[in-house]
T-cell receptor
Framework: GAVVSQHPSRVICKSGTSVKIECRSLDFQATTMFWYRQFPKQSLMLMATSNEGSKATYEQGVEKDKFLINHASLTLSTLTVTSAHPEDSSFYIC???????????????FGPGTRLTVT | GENVEQHPSTLSVQEGDSAVIKCTYSDSASNYFPWYKQELGKGPQLIIDIRSNVGEKKDQRIAVTLNKTAKHFSLHITETQPEDSAVYFCAASKAPGSWGKLQFGAGTQVVVTP
């Protein structure tokens, strides 16, 4: 149980275009999902917290107009990188906490990640 | 905010030996401490976690200890195997409050040599 999927696993796009990454909780509902960014040989950097049915909360320094997050259902959150540039190339990972009624898990389960390359 | 420090940054062990990774945290309100294993090109995998109401937890070859007074926690891997080679991250959070946001350590590259 507690499986999180991401799509696509890899994407290459041209500078100036937009890319959408999907994060799905496959066997549980998730009110809260998180989006992280990871550069090579570095730790995970939280970009934003996504709550179903409300606006995402972005960490300091993360441009909300560039990284659009939509959490439209209890099993799906999307991250859209708008007007991508080479410096946006990175490994993007989502995670989710399961929700049952008013309870949420302590545990966070991570997706497999999406490798974005902007040329 | 919370700050998590992790040591060592790299750890080489012989197969069969034990590996220990240590983390310290700064926020005494943190109450949940998970450990993740990340293989190259993959997302982190939760391997064990501990809450602040216990001091030790064990699952087969891995164990985690927590010292709330000193604000540090450690991961212990016994009888290491080559498949234990990966990057290990510790984290701390104030779950379920604050949406359970995790603050990660810098990671430890573990290499197990046959």
């Amino acid at each position: 149980g507690a499986v999180v999927s991401q799509h696509p696993s890899r994407v290459i796009c041209k500078s100036g275009t937009s890319v959408k990454i999907e994060c799905r909780s496959l066997d549980f509902q998730a009110t809260t999902m998180f989006w992280y960014r990871q550069f090579p040989k570095q730790s995970l950097m939280l970009m934003a917290t996504s709550n179903e049915g409300s606006k995402a909360t972005y960490e300091q320094g993360v441009e909300k107009d560039k990284f659009l997050i939509n959490h439209a259902s209890l099993t799906l959150s999307t991250l859209t990188v708008t007007s991508a540039h080479p410096e946006d190339s990175s490994f993007y990972i989502c995670s989710a906490r399961w929700t049952s009624g008013l309870r949420s898990s302590y545990e966070q389960y991570f997706g497999p990640g999406t490798r974005l390359t902007v040329t | 905010g919370e700050n998590v420090e992790q040591h060592p940054s790299t750890l080489s062990v012989q197969e069969g030996d034990s590996a220990v990774i240590k983390c310290t945290y700064s926020d005494s309100a943190s109450n949940y401490f998970p450990w993740y294993k990340q293989e190259l090109g993959k997302g982190p995998q939760l391997i064990i976690d501990i809450r602040s109401n216990v001091g030790e937890k064990k699952d087969q070859r891995i164990a985690v200890t927590l010292n709330k007074t000193a604000k540090h926690f450690s991961l212990h891997i016994t009888e290491t195997q080559p498949e234990d080679s990966a990057v290990y991250f510790c984290a701390a959070s104030k779950a379920p409050g604050s949406w359970g946001k995790l603050q990660f350590g810098a990671g430890t590259q573990v290499v197990v040599t046959p």
